[in-house]
């Protein structure tokens, strides 16, 4: 026996053509509706307790310079709603976007965008350690999508993004822990963040209802209790965040 003969022995008895198997399949696969993959970035802690992985799309743009943070963040994020099969399709008109928080953590300077748009979409942009916070961020230096679900943590299911209040939480890492959100209370101006080894009180931004900043005292902590004061010192209200591991 000739190699040759040995490979044809070995070789699998070929399947008969089915055309119409073939022809129900291709269609299977050009109905699928299928959206660009997530960009891995080294960006961690967008939501609550992370977006969930295949829930949100991160798209793909020109690197921009031109302008502050903020015009920075509208063009990539239009950009974005503008590329086809993407989650920011169909956005309608974005309102401006407004910084969540800004603050130097064992990462580098952590900036959190969110922007809200006419159909009801949030988006958000995110810059760990990417950018060292002068000048204007580019493109390439920053993490961004629109709507999506949120992981809500284990025993609990997700969330449709809907809100920015939504974005945040207390987030472990190697490299640092932090705590950012959005107030769900407009008359917020402190929020006191509570913890094992942590008693601290941040300032609430007017514009975007953000706060945040690095926690290096939290890492006893396995909570946070996060209460929202008014302008007059009254408690509006309280959450309680669980550490996530970012």
């Not at 008969?16 to 960006?43: C, N």
């Not at 309102?95 to 969110?114: I, M």
């Not at 920015?164 to 917020?188: H, K, T």
């Not at 514009?207 to 996060?226: H, K, M, R, V």
Request: glycine share 12%; net charge negative; with cysteine.
């Amino acid at each position: 026996m000739t190699k040759t003969d040995l490979i044809a022995d070995m070789a699998p008895t070929p399947q008969p053509f089915d055309p119409d198997w073939s022809e129900q399949t291709l269609l299977g696969i050009l109905a699928t509706d299928q959206e660009a993959p997530a960009r891995k970035r080294r960006g961690r802690r967008i939501a609550l307790a992370g977006l969930a992985a295949s829930a949100l799309t991160v798209g793909t743009a020109a690197s921009v310079a031109a302008g502050g943070p903020d015009d920075v963040v509208r063009r990539v994020l239009t950009q974005f709603s503008e590329q086809p099969n993407t989650s920011g399709n169909g956005l309608g008109v974005l309102h401006d976007p407004e910084l969540v928080a800004q603050f130097e953590s064992e990462n580098g300077v952590f900036a959190f965008w969110v922007a809200t748009s006419s159909s009801g979409t949030v988006c958000y942009a995110l810059s760990d350690g990417q950018w060292d916070g002068t000048g204007t961020p580019t493109e390439d230096q920053l993490e961004y999508g629109c709507g999506g679900q949120l992981w809500m943590g284990p025993n609990r299911p997700p969330e449709h993004l809907t809100r920015p209040d939504q974005f945040g939480g207390f987030f472990a890492a190697e490299v640092g822990l932090v705590v950012y959100g959005v107030s769900p209370y407009p008359r917020a101006t402190e929020v006191i963040v509570e913890g094992d080894g942590v008693d601290r009180t941040l300032p609430v931004r007017a514009d975007s209802l953000g706060y945040g900043d690095a926690f290096p005292e939290a890492s006893q902590a396995t909570s946070l209790t996060l209460t929202f004061l008014d302008a007059g010192g009254q408690v509006l209200g309280s959450k309680r965040v669980v550490a996530q591991v970012g």
